[in-house]
């Protein structure tokens, strides 16, 4: 069972429905996801900090988008904000992305059931718990689950070779950068080696320097 991303573009579309007044713009922390250029900042829809939602998710071991997304409305409920379901996809889909919140497959994890696919706090992550979040574990009918770190490690490098690879394809300096950031995150985070990866990037981006001067 595979992750697909729940829009084709999730930062586009979180950006979207900042425009369409979805969200309360009032809530957002510095940083956007079309900036890349703050890790723990908030999504464009100003749901809640990439940070928060790698801390939701720690609260549980393990989440579920629907799960994650029912927290997040409880929260912005408890704030009297109005968020719709697209704003709360486009968010985790952007949380994804930048691997604050890295997806697994029941079978890969040992968690129940095996064909579902979970969320996990990820290698970019510092987890922090926003407000009232520490009542979902009361709210909400998802149980704790703990993953083995060592098989979580080898899957999200699986999944970051891919990503890296598909980067190099297309030639995205800043996409190239910001993952050759999490080949060191993931080495912190879990036992795996990312050495040949980052080998790998700044050959590429070495070639990039060279076309641009040429």
């Known amino acids: ?6 829009t084709d573009d999730p930062e586009a579309a979180a950006s979207e429905a900042a425009d369409s007044g979805t969200a309360d713009s009032g809530t957002a922390d510095s940083g956007t996801a079309d900036s890349g250029t703050a890790d723990s900042g ?22 579920t988008r629907p799960e994650l997304r029912r927290g ?28 604050h919140l890295v997806p697994v497959e029941g079978t890969d994890a040992g968690v129940d059931p095996a064909d579902e696919t979970f969320l996990v706090a990820g290698p970019a992550a510092f987890p922090s718990v926003p407000p009232n979040a520490e009542d979902l574990p009361h709210i909400l009918d998802v149980p704790d689950r703990r993953l083995e770190r060592e098989a979580l490690g080898r899957t999200v490098r699986d999944r970051l070779a891919t990503d890296v690879a598909d980067a190099v394809a297309s030639a995205d300096r800043s996409r190239l950068e910001e993952l050759l950031e999490v080949t060191y995150d993931l080495e912190t985070w879990a036992p795996v080696d990312g050495d040949d990866l980052r080998g790998r990037i700044r050959a590429t981006l070495d070639g990039l320097g060279e076309d641009a001067d040429g």
């Open 1 to 6: 069972m595979t992750d697909a991303p729940e």
């Open 72 to 99: 997040l409305s409880e929260l912005a409920f408890k704030r009297g904000v109005d968020v719709d379901d697209g704003t709360l996809r486009a968010t985790i889909d952007a949380a994804v992305r930048g691997y």
């Open 42 to 63: 908030t999504d464009d829809a100003g749901v809640a900090a990439r940070d928060d939602l790698a801390g939701i998710v720690d609260l549980f071991g393990a989440m």
